[in-house]
């Protein structure tokens, strides 16, 4: 009988050893053996590998009666898998993964040991996220055969997979380990050896950022995270997916991105190492930011640092109608939101004109939420009744609430503020929508500064549920308690923050977007894989590059440019890459090019 032909499309990687069998080593064991691949299970725990087969058992189980697989299918899938506490098993294996503690010391050692074991055409990947892949190959007889191979958690259901280069690593081990990444069904990038890789280099300084926010007292843990998830889309805000990840985690993959970019932005908050040295370490220990029922329980209990609901507020002053004050997108989608809630809305432009094509542009949307089944064509008709198109702000004589909206022109705001406050009667609560200006410049426009106050909605005003609430040092307590009952009743989150540049969610996420400018800067990874990785690995819902030209690459440089300017550091400095396409007229997908190219309507 003839040997049986093997699949020349197959990836010549057939039997793995993973050495390490906690929570990554024991999801990466399962990813290999529903691909086909026999696999070697490696721990010096007995317990750990035990519970490795545990895990496998219960989820092929699963897997069965959602009849993803068939009973046969898994008894097949289980024999694939033998665990051991003896490193001498994985000779006969193709490529071994160690998924070991992140330490230099326990990493060199596991590598040391299987240089005597392996065989000389074996590939050995290290599965660390913060350490140098060049160190730990460098301590190997055969650092040709060393590269990164770097899942995220948990790796079951996460697709992207770094597959990281040293300088030292053989072209053809890394095109083997891409094509087996293809073969598990992962979606792989390639990239080069520095702290963070890709995903991490620019999702951890996001993160720390984050950590230095709330350390500073600037805004709760609870807007914090309130504000990435809903003004950005994010599944976790970051407080919550540092507990997640291990607060001493996070804290040791800082230490090794800082200490080769020496980029504050890198340098772990003081409370990491705090909280770590503390032993609240996040999910796994029961506490770290939040508070959990039980260590590695998901479950967020109250404690001492939970808000009580409307606590301190006080009496807000009362709002029946709203003016708002501007012709653009963002004008007419607040005003569609508060005459959506009732309110009787007056929305002024510079002519008349331009205010009755905001309102017919109100009238579209409204009809296409009819269309949709959102509303009754009677709601929308009642809606659009409530508001009325105005010439000027003088208009706004009546109103309780004034909410402006015009350009992002600090001397723009302050001559409508002075406007604002000639016009409109005593007690009237003025807001600016602003998104990097000083609120206590417009404030001190007018002769009520203690009625002022920073309401930043997000775009598009109608379907984005938060609404940042920007408090100055002059700001009445009643007209913050006002503004967080208007929020409350047109069903906006609201969360508090102080008046600073970016207030929560531009202070966060811009330095992410320009460090991954940084990154293509400095040709370490493509725009494309940039992009893949933050969907993939971060769980963003675009990527950087996808959301710079969205949102337009000159209203992002003049936000990094406001950023750099009020906390003065080097990190914050825009990118040379952004200023020169802002320069060169690209501005993303409103002119037709920015990073990519978009075809012109």
């Given at each position: 009988m003839a040997a049986p032909q093997s699949d020349p499309s197959l990836s010549p990687i057939r039997t793995v050893a993973v050495v390490g069998l906690g929570t990554m080593g024991t999801g990466i064991t399962e990813v290999l053996t529903k691909a086909g691949r026999d696999v070697i299970g490696v721990d010096v725990s007995e317990a750990a590998a035990a519970q490795a087969v545990a895990v496998l058992e219960t989820s092929t189980a699963r897997a069965v009666a959602r009849g993803r697989l068939t009973e046969q299918q898994r008894v097949d899938l289980l024999a694939r898998l033998r665990t051991t506490t003896d490193l001498r098993a994985v000779a006969d294996a193709d490529l071994v993964i160690e998924v070991v503690p992140e330490s230099y010391e326990i990493k060199q050692q596991v590598m040391r040991e299987l240089d005597g074991v392996v065989r000389p055409d074996a590939i050995i990947a290290t599965g660390t996220n913060a350490l140098s892949v060049t160190r730990l190959a460098a301590d190997s007889s055969r650092p040709e055969r060393v590269l990164g191979l770097h899942f995220f958690n948990p790796a079951p259901a996460m697709k992207l997979v770094e597959v990281v280069s040293s300088v030292l690593t053989a072209p053809q081990a890394v095109a083997a380990v891409l094509d087996l990444a293809v073969e598990l069904g992962k979606e792989p990038v390639a990239v080069g050896d520095r702290p963070g890789f890709l995903a991490d280099g620019l999702l951890f300084g996001y993160l720390n950022q984050a950590a230095a926010m709330y350390e500073a007292k600037y805004a709760s843990r609870e807007d914090i995270d309130a504000a990435m998830r809903l003004g950005c889309g994010l599944p976790m805000g970051p407080?919550?997916?540092?507990?997640?990840?291990?607060?001493?985690?996070?804290?040791?993959?800082?230490?090794?991105?800082?200490?080769?970019?020496?980029?504050?932005?890198?340098?772990?908050?003081?409370?990491?190492?705090?909280?770590?040295?503390?032993?609240?370490?996040?999910?796994?220990?029961?506490?770290?930011?939040?508070?959990?029922?039980?260590?590695?329980?998901?479950?967020?209990?109250?404690?001492?640092?939970?808000?009580?609901?409307?606590?301190?507020?006080?009496?807000?002053?009362?709002?029946?109608?709203?003016?708002?004050?501007?012709?653009?997108?963002?004008?007419?989608?607040?005003?569609?939101?508060?005459?959506?809630?009732?309110?009787?809305?007056?929305?002024?432009?510079?002519?008349?004109?331009?205010?009755?094509?905001?309102?017919?542009?109100?009238?579209?949307?409204?009809?296409?939420?009819?269309?949709?089944?959102?509303?009754?064509?009677?709601?929308?008709?009642?809606?659009?009744?409530?508001?009325?198109?105005?010439?000027?702000?003088?208009?706004?004589?009546?109103?309780?609430?004034?909410?402006?909206?015009?350009?992002?022109?600090?001397?723009?705001?302050?001559?409508?503020?002075?406007?604002?406050?000639?016009?409109?009667?005593?007690?009237?609560?003025?807001?600016?929508?602003?998104?990097?200006?000083?609120?206590?410049?417009?404030?001190?426009?007018?002769?009520?500064?203690?009625?002022?106050?920073?309401?930043?909605?997000?775009n598009p005003a109608p379907a984005m549920k938060l609404v940042e609430v920007v408090r100055t040092v002059l700001t009445a307590d009643d007209v913050h308690a006002t503004v967080r009952e208007v929020c409350a009743t047109i069903r906006k989150h609201a969360v508090d923050c102080g008046d600073r540049a970016g207030f929560i969610v531009n202070a966060l996420l811009f330095p992410y977007l320009n460090n991954a400018v940084k990154m293509v800067q400095e040709h370490y990874a493509t725009l494309d894989d940039i992009d893949a990785a933050m969907r993939l690995g971060g769980g963003y819902p675009m990527g950087p590059f996808e959301l710079l030209d969205v949102v337009g690459l000159d209203v992002s440089l003049a936000i990094e440019k406001v950023l750099h300017r009020e906390f003065r550091d080097p990190g914050l400095a825009p990118a040379p890459l952004l200023e020169h396409l802002v320069a060169a007229g690209c501005l993303g997908r409103k002119t037709g090019r920015g990073f990519r190219e978009y075809a012109r309507r």
């Open positions: 407080l919550a997916l540092l507990d997640l990840i291990g607060i001493d985690t996070a804290r040791t993959v800082l230490e090794a991105m800082y200490s080769e970019s020496r980029d504050r932005l890198h340098a772990p908050a003081p409370i990491l190492k705090q909280l770590s040295e503390a032993g609240l370490t996040g999910r796994k220990s029961g506490r770290g930011f939040y508070t959990y029922e039980a260590p590695g329980g998901a479950g967020v209990v109250r404690d001492a640092l939970t808000p009580l609901e409307g606590a301190g507020r006080g009496q807000g002053r009362t709002v029946r109608s709203v003016g708002v004050a501007g012709s653009g997108t963002m004008a007419s989608g607040i005003a569609e939101v508060f005459a959506k809630a009732g309110y009787a809305v007056v929305l002024a432009a510079r002519t008349e004109e331009k205010a009755q094509t905001a309102r017919a542009r109100i009238g579209k949307s409204l009809a296409r939420s009819v269309d949709k089944g959102r509303m009754t064509a009677e709601a929308a008709a009642l809606t659009l009744d409530r508001i009325t198109a105005a010439g000027s702000v003088d208009a706004f004589a009546e109103v309780d609430l004034a909410v402006e909206a015009v350009a992002e022109d600090l001397e723009v705001k302050r001559q409508l503020f002075a406007a604002l406050d000639k016009v409109c009667k005593p007690g009237a609560v003025l807001a600016t929508t602003t998104s990097s200006l000083p609120v206590v410049a417009c404030a001190r426009a007018t002769t009520r500064p203690q009625d002022v106050i920073g309401m930043h909605f997000f």
